[in-house]
């Protein structure tokens, strides 16, 4: 029997003679049956009955129906709140329906980066190291694999659309029923154009690139229809000659996949495995640190990068300053994400029907919570490794200050950018731009603070909940950062729902962000890993 290769193997290579030296191995089993006795040892060993099966599906079910539900019920409430629309759109301006449309086509490259991030075919490790290398044909035991996300993203597609197209745009019957289904078949084509892609041999960053750079499109082809002047008021629903063609795209572009499985090498598989079983395991750890290494971390180590010179390194503090510099420069998604950020307010100050107080506010708190969290890359990484920090000759408190240094140069530039168009809609432009460069240092405080936040106690008892047992004080945890957000930006908030600024208002503001800055350069509460360094240190210092 001739030895696979060390990317994982070919079945093709495997001799045809079912002997090794004296012995009659007998008949290859097939992948189905391999995947069925794998899936009976997987339900033995977890002693799973079908009844809990059931009732776990029916747990999920529940749980998502519930969501969307929610979720639906906030958009339309949301849409009763708006002014109605004017009878004609005036020029500089974009239609609710237009900016709907550029909404779903960057939910669509968001969709392919974070497909390619993932590898959307992959195999665990168990499989990984049992699966591949079996004289077997591997079409068999990658197809489940391969339709698993594109199902997931047809379902996640079709529930957006279907709360945009009803809870914000107003849409019912048989309209709502095509977006609905035309959604979930585009979505599960962009998956499907991600795995097509890696058969034919393009990387994950590769395809995650080409995810960022429609993501990117969608607000320069926003502001690009802004400034060209009228936008139309509506946009027809799709019919279903349509909704038919995208299905048959669909379904070759699934057929393709299928006929291609076996070319996948086996060092893609794993690699795509493990990134997805880290994302999944931060998503049910509610890490969103995690999560974003698990996106990124396979990008980043892939890319072929040029030596840099740190020539700003000149001691100790500006080596750590530069370091968190070259990170950010280093990560794409996190500069597209910045991008899109800054699009956020002055997307909701040109569309009339959110061009309001309670529209730019939240515009505003959902850019700046993107832009702040995308510039606090090197504090992540510091968390998840805290000899970094320990190796340098500062204090705790002077090295997360000096982390927040890069996090507050980049919110100073999408504080200007985003309260100039705030102020463009609401008047008195330089008071905004004062009022943004003194609320810049609560914005980097609070990614810093959550990048240092603790991990959740999985050793604690847990709580039931409808989606899952959670860690005692898991939503203390997640409020480290968000908080600062919402106590030490409230002037900023007062502001944007008077639509003016006064100088009681910015004094407050400079007073709550060195107050913000402070609570964030406070080292009370350590992780896991710093906990550990420690206790390290005492013993050592014990025995000596």
């Given amino acids: 029997m001739t030895d696979l290769d060390a990317a994982g193997g070919d079945a093709s290579l495997v001799d045809d003679d079912p002997r090794v030296g004296d012995f009659d191995l007998g008949e290859v089993p097939s992948a189905r049956s391999i995947r069925r006795f794998t899936a009976q040892a997987a339900r033995a060993r977890a002693g799973a009955s079908i009844g809990s099966l059931l009732t776990d599906l029916y747990s999920v079910v529940t749980s998502i129906a519930i969501s969307v539900l929610i979720v639906l019920g906030v958009v339309q409430q949301l849409r009763d709140s708006l002014p109605p629309a004017p009878p004609v759109q005036e020029p500089g301006g974009l239609s609710l329906p237009m900016l709907g449309a550029f909404l779903l086509l960057a939910a669509a490259g968001a969709l392919l980066s974070t497909a390619g991030s993932l590898g959307p075919v992959g195999t665990e490790g168990a499989q990984s190291a049992w699966w591949l290398p079996l004289p077997v044909d591997r079409r068999g035991l990658l197809r489940p694999a391969a339709a698993r996300l594109p199902l997931v993203a047809a379902l996640a597609g079709g529930a957006v659309v279907v709360v945009l197209e009803a809870g914000l745009l107003g849409r019912g019957g048989a309209d709502l029923v095509r977006a609905g289904l035309l959604g979930a078949v585009t979505a599960a084509g962009v998956v499907l154009i991600a795995a097509l892609a890696q058969s034919l041999g393009a990387t994950r960053r590769r395809i995650a690139l080409a995810g960022d750079a429609v993501l990117v499109a969608a607000p320069v082809l926003a502001g690009a229809v802004v400034l060209a002047g009228r936008t139309p008021a509506t946009l027809p629903s799709p019919a279903w000659p349509v909704v038919l063609a995208a299905a048959v795209l669909a379904a070759v572009l699934a057929v393709l996949l299928d006929r291609r499985l076996g070319d996948l090498p086996g060092r893609t598989l794993r690699e795509g495995g493990s990134v997805a079983a880290q994302a999944v395991g931060a998503v049910v750890s509610l890490d969103s640190r995690e999560l974003g290494r698990a996106l990124s971390g396979g990008a980043v180590?892939?890319?072929?990068?040029?030596?840099?010179?740190?020539?700003?390194?000149?001691?100790?503090?500006?080596?750590?300053?530069?370091?968190?510099?070259?990170?950010?420069?280093?990560?794409?998604?996190?500069?597209?994400?910045?991008?899109?950020?800054?699009?956020?307010?002055?997307?909701?100050?040109?569309?009339?029907?959110?061009?309001?107080?309670?529209?730019?506010?939240?515009?505003?708190?959902?850019?700046?919570?993107?832009?702040?969290?995308?510039?606090?890359?090197?504090?992540?990484?510091?968390?998840?490794?805290?000899?970094?920090?320990?190796?340098?000759?500062?204090?705790?408190?002077?090295?997360?200050?000096?982390?927040?240094?890069?996090?507050?140069?980049?919110?100073?530039?999408?504080?200007?950018?985003?309260?100039?168009?705030?102020?463009?809609?609401?008047?008195?432009?330089?008071?905004?731009?004062?009022?943004?460069?003194?609320?810049?240092?609560?914005?980097?405080?609070?990614?810093?603070?959550?990048?240092?936040?603790?991990?959740?106690?999985?050793?604690?008892?847990?709580?039931?909940?409808?989606?899952?047992?959670?860690?005692?004080?898991?939503?203390?945890?997640?409020?480290?950062?968000?908080?600062?957000?919402?106590?030490?930006?409230?002037?900023?908030?007062?502001?944007?729902?008077?639509?003016?600024?006064?100088?009681?208002?910015?004094?407050?503001?400079?007073?709550?962000?060195?107050?913000?800055?402070?609570?964030?350069?406070?080292?009370?509460?350590?992780?896991?890993?710093?906990?550990?360094?420690?206790?390290?240190?005492?013993?050592?210092?014990?025995?000596?």
């Fill in 301 to 544: 180590a892939a890319t072929r990068r040029r030596v840099s010179r740190l020539r700003t390194a000149r001691g100790p503090a500006t080596a750590l300053v530069t370091a968190d510099l070259v990170v950010l420069r280093r990560s794409l998604r996190h500069l597209v994400q910045l991008v899109v950020a800054a699009g956020l307010p002055l997307l909701a100050t040109v569309v009339p029907q959110l061009a309001s107080p309670v529209g730019v506010l939240v515009a505003v708190l959902l850019g700046g919570w993107m832009a702040s969290s995308a510039s606090a890359e090197g504090a992540r990484w510091a968390e998840m490794a805290p000899i970094l920090d320990r190796l340098l000759p500062l204090g705790d408190r002077t090295v997360r200050r000096l982390r927040m240094v890069v996090p507050g140069v980049v919110m100073l530039v999408w504080s200007l950018v985003a309260f100039a168009a705030v102020g463009r809609w609401a008047g008195a432009t330089p008071d905004w731009l004062v009022l943004a460069v003194v609320s810049a240092p609560v914005w980097a405080a609070a990614a810093v603070r959550a990048a240092y936040r603790p991990a959740p106690r999985w050793d604690k008892p847990l709580i039931a909940t409808p989606a899952g047992a959670l860690p005692t004080g898991v939503l203390q945890v997640i409020a480290r950062g968000p908080d600062l957000v919402a106590l030490c930006l409230l002037p900023l908030w007062i502001a944007i729902g008077l639509t003016t600024v006064s100088t009681i208002m910015v004094t407050s503001q400079l007073l709550l962000s060195v107050v913000a800055v402070m609570i964030a350069s406070s080292t009370a509460e350590k992780g896991w890993m710093e906990r550990m360094l420690e206790e390290q240190d005492q013993r050592k210092g014990a025995s000596s």
